[in-house]
């Protein structure tokens, strides 16, 4: 006869239906995994992908494969032009590499270039740190 393993997510096993269910409603804190709010968060956390929160911005990040470490699916800045991205990059790209997937923005194609990224394919830049 196979046993039923009941878990929480928080890594706590139990016995009985009973065990779990007091178990969540007493430590819900510890149980529920929060989403990362900004990118200092997510790069600490293990989600593979997240929407988040910067300074005057909303971006979807990956966790990328090599050769990037993380990939920038979607950005939308609350005003064009005001250098939020500029900020984020300057302060993340020391420290990470980025791809840009979908760039629909008719200005984002030739900043990304200025800033050393390569179009890989139509709407795709990619930089690797070195």
């Given at each position: 006869m196979t046993r039923l393993q009941l878990s929480c997510q928080c890594?706590?096993?139990?016995r009985s239906m009973a065990q779990e269910i007091y178990h969540r409603h007493?430590?819900?804190?510890?149980?529920?995994?929060?989403?990362?709010?900004?990118?200092?968060?997510?790069?600490?956390?293990?989600?593979?992908?997240?929407?988040?929160?910067?300074?005057?911005?909303?971006?979807?990040?990956?966790k990328g494969f090599a050769p990037v470490d993380f990939t920038i699916a979607n950005v939308w800045a609350t005003t064009r032009?005001?250098?939020?991205?500029?900020?984020?990059l300057d302060r993340w790209e020391p420290h990470y590499s980025f791809a840009f997937e979908n760039v629909h923005n008719d200005r984002l194609p030739g900043y990304l270039t200025r800033r050393g990224y390569i179009e890989?394919?139509?709407q795709q830049f990619l930089k690797i740190k070195t």
């Amino acid at each position: 006869m196979t046993r039923l393993q009941l878990s929480c997510q928080c890594g706590a096993t139990f016995r009985s239906m009973a065990q779990e269910i007091y178990h969540r409603h007493n430590f819900p804190a510890v149980c529920i995994k929060r989403e990362p709010r900004n990118f200092a968060e997510f790069v600490e956390m293990q989600w593979r992908t997240a929407w988040l929160r910067e300074y005057g911005l909303r971006l979807y990040v990956r966790k990328g494969f090599a050769p990037v470490d993380f990939t920038i699916a979607n950005v939308w800045a609350t005003t064009r032009g005001r250098g939020y991205l500029t900020r984020f990059l300057d302060r993340w790209e020391p420290h990470y590499s980025f791809a840009f997937e979908n760039v629909h923005n008719d200005r984002l194609p030739g900043y990304l270039t200025r800033r050393g990224y390569i179009e890989t394919s139509p709407q795709q830049f990619l930089k690797i740190k070195t």
